[in-house]
């Protein structure tokens, strides 16, 4: 690695505002000291761990460090039973699909955005190029094309190494002979992550009397063919062809799926946290970076939880009759800063502004709250005349949505979306109203307590959404001023 180089970029990063010139010193540090392997497909969440960065910043820095072009940023696709990567890709445009299937386990995967949608950071090769030989032997082949997050249980990797029957490469252009002794009334498989597919080999009962014929198997990037053979016990023979432009890892088991899939459900594999699609796209550093002119119009991917936070002013209007246009026009500016940093520094992201009013995202319900209860006490903290006109009103709900591309931008969609806003509505001045669904969240009723926030339960019909809903209004309660009329 070009060190001098690699250590000028890092420290560039700091004119970036997402990223402080000390965490970006100990950031540069860290990479440094990485061996090839340590700069691929790096998880920042573990990264920032092993060098005790904070998660967030280190996310931010890696997100800064893609736009400048010292990593490739890859979304990947995780299979949910076996870790496979389905789908590796630089941008969110090629996840626009409902479902991919996974040929090792033979299962339709959804695209969830919060659970399988992995984001790694592989350094770039125009700055480093590794040593890497993603082709080497079944170890580099494995973390090549399984993700690290994804840990299954030992009983699982117990039933797999039983099932294994071969692993080799296939060279591009090249024949590879794969040679066994086929079990009656079994099923085998053939298969590859490079290609995603499969062949079944279906044998069947009969007894060990016939032999079986040679079989050709071809390899292209649509797949295989044939897709299925029925065989004989006893010995077989695959030829399998390799008409891709690079080397495929190709290996044979035996499939057992209802054994496999009763194993994974009674003892599941566990995940360690990485950076979800979800997080990237609740991440502010990558919503500003990132321009998004490629993604698909008919973009719709699901988020299953995304907790979404409204803000408004209290009459805002009014505030220029009051305080004189420079200095209202001022205060609200001042206020937009000090809704912005809490967002970020929350891990949230600005999805839009609508006159003084923002729409936010998070991940993490309790996030939003930090976010909310940051806000109020930025708000209160300002200085100078007319602050006590600013009257900030919030409201968060969390629940399940679609994002969708809306003019370039990426947007959410749907009813959780809708109902936020409405519970936004009920908020007057210096209130954060929440759903049940925030205020039930992990850590949120701990977060309102420790920053002395009271609440008060209603039940309420949402104008426009038409159903009954528990919502909690939370306000401070160190804050004694007497309540001011709304205008
Ligand atoms: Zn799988």
Redesign the pocket.
Known sequence: MDKKLFQERVKSLSSFSYARAEAADAFGEALMNLDDWGLYRINPIRFAKDHDLDPNEAADLFICASRIGLFDLTWNLI?P????I?SATPSISQLNRELFH?A??N?DVPIILDDYVEITFTVSPNVHETDINLYENLDSFQRASFSENLKPSKRMRDALSGCHVAFSFVNPGEYQTFEFQAKPDTLYRLASVHVNSAVSLCIDSSEKNSENPAIHVHASQEGFSPQEVQLHPGQVTLYVHNTCPSPIGVMIFLADYPVLYKIEKESPPTWAPFLTGKMLLNNQAFRSLFKMQDLATNLKLSVRSLTMLFTDLRGSTEIYDTVGDMRAYQLIQDHFTILETSVRKHAGAIVKTMGDAIMASFSEPRNGIMAAIDMMDGIRNMTGDGKDELGLKIGLHEGPALTVNNDGRLDYFGQTVNIAARVQGLAQAEEIWVSESVFNADGVKTHLLDNSYGHEAHSVVLKGVGQRANVYKCRSLTKTEPEQPEL
């Not at 039973?81 to 496979?84: F, K, L, N, P």
């Open positions: 299979c039973a076996c870790g496979g389905l996974c090792l386990c299962i």
